[in-house]
Each structure stands twice: as C-alpha cells, then as structure tokens.
C-alpha cells in the first residue's frame, strides 16, 4: 500500500505531492515500483497537525482518485475520517475506506462501507481517550468496539483490515516497539492486518536519521511485522519494502516447506 500524502503539511514528505499533478505522478511511480494500493490522503494526521474541512480535504483528494480510477491491477483507498468525503470518493473511483479512528470519531464511516461495499481499514488509535495499561488489551478492547459498530451496520467481516496505528499516541519508542515484539497476539482477532510503520517517529529513535532517511529502516519493520503474521503494509518507498518483503516470504516459504518434509 503506498502512502499518497497529497497535503502541504504531511511530516515526511508535506508540499511534494500537494497538487492533483505531482499526486498522480507519485502515484504512478508506486504503482511501478509494484504497489497493489494506493492510499489517497488529503488532511495530515501528524500530532499537532492543523484541522481543515471536509470541502478543502476533497478538493485535494478527489480529482486524484478520479485520474487514478480504473488502472488495472491497483486498488484505491482513500485515508480519511469523514463519511462524507468517504462516500464522495468511492463514487469517485476509490475500492477502500481507510479510517484513522476505528469507526468512532464520524458514526457514519461504518454505514458507508456497508453501503458501498468498500473494503475498510480499521485503525486502532490512543488519541482522545483514556487507555488501559496493558497495549495488546487496549488495542483488543478499541478493535473490538470498532468492530462492533461494523457488524452492527452490515460491513461483512470479510472486507475489513485492521491496523493497530503505529505513532498514533503510542507515546514512547518503546511503546511502539512493545507492539511489534507482541504483533502475534492481535491475530487473536482473527482478521487480516496491516500496519503502517513507515518513516515513523519510533524508527528515528532507533536510528538517530530523519523521517525521508528512514526508509530503510522501515523496510527492515516491515520485514519483521511479516513474519510476525502482518498482511498488508502501508510505506512510503514502495521498492525498499518490496525487496525486504520478498526476503520475508521466502523465509515464510522455507519455513513451511522444512515443516511439510519433518
């Protein structure tokens, strides 16, 4: 999944992508460098990232997805939290609702879905509420709830991705190191999950380097979220991840084949 921040003010690569012209551009250098989705974002969700409305978010996203429509073998998603700019850019082209706040933030996101029958992404989140102390049990908990309300709307489960939102108030390196080291224990929830590690500020911790040097590092996360059963990866450098991907399955691969010979 590559990232497409077409916003001025995103924390890795903010102005770049800013026009439907260089959002389309970078679009098609993903899609060949080989992603499979394309993740369309109009409103920074940095913290501290200034707020605008939901007339400016789809004036920067929709005619993006537009162009972007109909290419063969590249899904659409579009990242944001409004129902209103969701539904506006699934008639515009786009296949997924990608939510940052896990059904809870707008309660119409989950009728969209249903509606639409968009695939979504239901991302875990600490922002704007009190957590509990244990990061597997407060990341179970929220999903959970969040999968209620897509039950409760008709969103078959089958169409759903959950995200457990690395950098979002996982306050501390650690925090988001912790979750990584225990990643096997959300499968308990039975559903695919993707993860969106890339340039993030945990991973500049580790590294000393800044967000546009990180993606190394993010390739290596990667790498490791996939053996640790992670489905679908959210990056910025569509061929770093690939390239550290590949080595993952194959090590998966291996992994099986020594296990069926045993």
């Known amino acids: 999944m590559g990232v497409l921040n077409a916003t001025p003010d995103s924390f890795s690569d903010g102005g770049r992508f800013a026009t439907p012209d260089l959002a389309i551009a970078q679009a098609e250098r993903m899609i060949g460098e080989g992603a499979d989705i394309i993740d369309i974002g109009g409103e920074s969700t940095r913290p ?98 969040s999968l209620a309300l897509a039950a409760k709307a008709g969103v078959p489960s089958s169409s759903i991705l959950l995200d457990p939102g690395f950098g979002f108030a996982k306050e501390t390196p650690e925090s988001n190191l912790d979750l990584i080291l225990r990643f096997r224990e959300l499968l308990a929830l039975g559903l ?35 053996l640790g059963g992670a489905s679908v990866f959210r990056v910025h450098n569509v061929a770093f991840s690939k390239d550290a991907l590949a080595l993952a399955d194959a090590m998966i691969a291996r992994e099986q084949a020594l296990g069926a010979a045993a």
């Open 48 to 145: 501290g990232a200034e707020a605008i409305t939901a007339i400016e978010e789809q004036r920067r996203i929709l005619p993006v997805i537009e162009a972007l429509a109909g290419r063969d073998g590249v899904a659409l998603s579009v990242d944001t939290y409004r129902a209103e700019t969701a539904a506006l850019a699934v008639k515009a082209g786009a296949h997924i609702v990608n939510d940052v706040w896990g059904l809870q933030r707008d309660s119409g996101m989950a009728r969209v879905a249903a509606e639409t029958g968009a695939g979504l992404v239901v991302m875990h989140t600490g922002r704007g509420r009190e957590r509990l102390d244990d990061p597997i049990a407060d990341q179970i908990a929220f999903l959970t709830a």
């Open 192 to 226: 695919p999950i993707a993860v969106g590690t890339s340039r993030k500020r945990f991973l500049g911790s580790v590294t000393g380097r800044s967000a546009e040097e990180r993606d190394v590092v993010t390739a290596a996360s990667c790498a490791i979220l996939r």
